[in-house]
Nanobody, 127 residues
Framework: QVQLVESGGGLVQAGDSLRLSCSASGRTFNTYAVGWFRQNPGKEREFVAAITWNGANTYYTDSVKGRFTISRDNAKNAMYLQMMSLKPEDTAVYYC????????????????????WGQGTQVTVSS
């Protein structure tokens, strides 16, 4: 059974940093792009960042460019999201996800194209 488990969330102050981790088990995802999404109550889950299977290409939503960095360690079947200069508007539940298509050259931002999801980790940024 495929399982993605996020960790690293918490309560921080504006300007602080957090590093989210996502560990995968049940199968390897070395040939699939992976991404991070976030969601607040009553709102749609939105794209945050993605990275191709080999780490060659990354993509970020505009609001996090220059502050967040996505990375992966295929040897550990894990992905990460380094978040710096956090803002209150970054508050959300953060989810890691795996693309359904192998060897995608450009990461996709479309939520429907990710077919494996973690349970989410809460990030709260106080002002």
């Amino acid at each position: 059974q495929v399982q993605l488990v996020e960790s690293g969330g918490g309560l921080v102050q504006a300007g602080d940093s957090l590093r989210l981790s996502c560990s995968a088990s049940g199968r390897t995802f070395n040939t699939y792009a992976v991404g991070w999404f976030r969601q607040n109550p009553g709102k749609e889950r939105e794209f945050v960042a993605a990275i191709t299977w080999n780490g060659a290409n990354t993509y970020y939503t505009d609001s996090v460019k220059g502050r967040f960095t996505i990375s992966r360690d295929n040897a550990k079947n894990a992905m990460y999201l380094q978040m710096m200069s956090l803002k209150p508007e970054d508050t959300a539940v953060y989810y890691c996800a795996v693309d359904f298509l192998a060897f995608r050259v450009v990461p996709t931002t479309q939520r429907g194209l990710y077919n494996y999801w973690g349970q989410g980790t809460q990030v709260t940024v106080s002002s």
